[in-house]
T-cell receptor, first 114, second 113 residues
Framework: AQTVTQSQPEMSVQEAETVTLSCTYD???????LFWYKQPPSRQMILVIR??????QNATENRFSVNFQKAAKSFSLKISDSQLGDTAMYFC???????????FGAGTQVVVTP | KAGVTQTPRYLIKTRGQQVTLSCSPI?????VSWYQQTPGQGLQFLFE???????NKGNFPGRFSGRQFSNSRSEMNVSTLELGDSALYLC????????????FGPGTRLLVL
């Protein structure tokens, strides 16, 4: 069974600053995908970024980037130049390549302050 | 393209009743997955449908069931509602291929009284 652990329940960051969210996972699979989703107060789950395990290059999407360490089973998210609209719950998720179930972590609440 | 839509958005039921939630995937997407989100248990996988067939199932009692239609729209049904079924039910769609990302709908908030 796969598990996903997010050890930071809440993080606060000022506008324009950088924040890093941690995520670790446990799996015996070799081919899988990792995702970060954000869930703002509207509760709409929005994809932030995705990483394929077979790719060594870390994924980036504008101000969002990941640090993927496969051997350490670590997948952190860095939010640069934080904006008020980044305030949301951030979920790390794991999915084996072979089937569609997403396994989510408990989430990290990010609060961006002026 | 229109996103994933879910109806109704809010629902109040009483214990013992049953409820049906609907999900319309993104056009062209053939896979629909359902998740339950509660403060205590977090996000939990219910089931996945692909081409009208249940492909994967989570660890939920038989009161939770679903189906998918030929147009890929999906419904989930919960019978004999319990207070603990109060949750946000999220539907996600994908093309259904191995590496496809799941895109979520806005969810249905169910309150069981």
């Amino acid at each position: 069974a796969q598990t996903v652990t997010q050890s930071q329940p809440e993080m606060s960051v000022q506008e324009a600053e950088t924040v890093t969210l941690s995520c670790t996972y446990d799996t015996s699979e070799n081919n899988y995908y990792l995702f970060w989703y954000k869930q703002p107060p509207s509760r709409q789950m929005i994809l932030v970024i995705r990483q394929e395990a077979y790719k060594q290059q870390n994924a980036t999407e504008n101000r969002f980037s990941v640090n993927f360490q496969k051997a350490a089973k670590s997948f952190s998210l860095k939010i640069s130049d934080s904006q008020l609209g980044d305030t949301a719950m951030y979920f790390c998720a794991f999915r084996p390549r072979s089937w569609g179930k997403l396994q989510f972590g408990a989430g990290t609440q990010v609060v961006v302050t002026p | 393209k229109a996103g994933v839509t879910q109806t109704p958005r809010y629902l109040i039921k009483t214990r013992g009743q049953q409820v049906t939630l609907s999900c319309s995937p993104i056009s062209g997407h053939r896979s629909v997955s359902w998740y339950q989100q509660t403060p205590g248990q977090g996000l939990q996988f219910l089931f996945e449908y692909f081409s009208e067939t249940q492909r994967n199932k989570g660890n939920f009692p038989g009161r939770f069931s679903g189906r998918q239609f030929s147009n890929s729209r999906s419904e989930m049904n919960v019978s004999t509602l319990e207070l603990g079924d109060s949750a946000l039910y999220l539907c996600a769609s994908s093309l259904g291929q191995e590496e496809e990302t799941q895109y979520f709908g806005p969810g249905t908030r169910l309150l069981v009284l």
